[in-house]
């Protein structure tokens, strides 16, 4: 039952995200925490139902692989406009609180099941489903994002109709110095360093130089940075 749950999943996976990579990952992670889960009472010299370890065994994989789903499905479209460093801040940042308001539910469920039934199967299936929920969790948000970022290269190889952001790549800039305007007058005006931010996510430093000449302005910038690589133009 075991083998048939995790071959269903990765299946579902390897189709959905189109990688080779990512079904590895996740699956890999989950199962961890459930073998963690199911080595407590090892440890601890307590016994397990065989039924309620083919149970947790299908449920905490199907119920928590959700979360890494999330997770990877957000790292995977902010990576495609960010670095590696960035794309897990931003994931964490959008995914922590429905992660962490899923696996609540979920973790009080299974105490509430641990603490009130008196059937003895029941009860442990309870224990089992909170501590496992737990685990899973803390892996998720823990272990995943590292993960995601140590094989991001193999993960951008076998993944397909992906192309992850590459800082080193020169960006390619449509630059024409200067803007012609109508104007009535002589002067010339240069601002101090601006700051501002594309929607596709790239923080951009330039000089602006407006020259006006007659019945001209001309709008010169200099230099332009993005993300720190700095470009001089024409």
């Not at 010299?45 to 149970?55: E, G, K, P, S, W």
């Not at 902010?78 to 609180?97: F, G, H, P, Q, Y």
């Not at 192309?163 to 960006?171: A, D, G, L, S, V």
């Not at 200067?178 to 601002?191: A, C, L, P, R």
Request: positive net charge.
């Amino acid at each position: 039952v075991n083998l048939i749950a995790i071959g269903a999943v990765f299946v579902v996976l390897l189709l959905s995200m189109k990688s080779i990579t990512i079904p590895v990952i996740l699956v890999l992670a989950i199962e961890t925490a459930i073998w963690i889960n199911l080595s407590v009472p090892y440890f601890t010299n307590d016994f397990v139902f065989y039924i309620a370890y083919l149970i947790i065994s299908s449920v905490q994989l199907g119920a928590t692989v959700d979360y890494a789903i999330l997770l990877t499905s957000r790292y995977m479209e902010v990576r495609e406009t960010a670095s590696k460093k960035k794309t897990i801040v931003e994931t964490l940042r959008s995914t922590t609180v429905s992660i962490m308001t899923s696996a609540s539910i979920l973790t009080i469920a299974g105490l509430l099941l641990w603490k009130i039934s008196t059937h003895g199967i029941l009860s442990q299936l309870g224990h089992l489903l909170a501590r496992g929920t737990a685990l899973s969790t803390l892996i998720v948000l823990f272990v995943i994002p590292g993960m995601l970022y140590i094989f991001d290269g193999l993960i951008q190889k076998t993944t397909v109709g992906v192309k992850f952001f590459n800082k080193k790549e020169k960006e390619d800039i449509s630059y024409n110095p200067f803007v012609e305007m109508s104007y009535i007058g002589t002067d010339k005006i240069e601002f101090p360093l601006k700051k501002i931010k594309l929607l596709k996510g790239y923080n951009i430093e330039f000089n602006l130089i407006i020259e006006l000449y007659a019945d001209k302005m001309f709008i010169n910038a200099e230099k332009i940075v993005v993300d720190g690589e700095k470009y001089i133009l024409p």
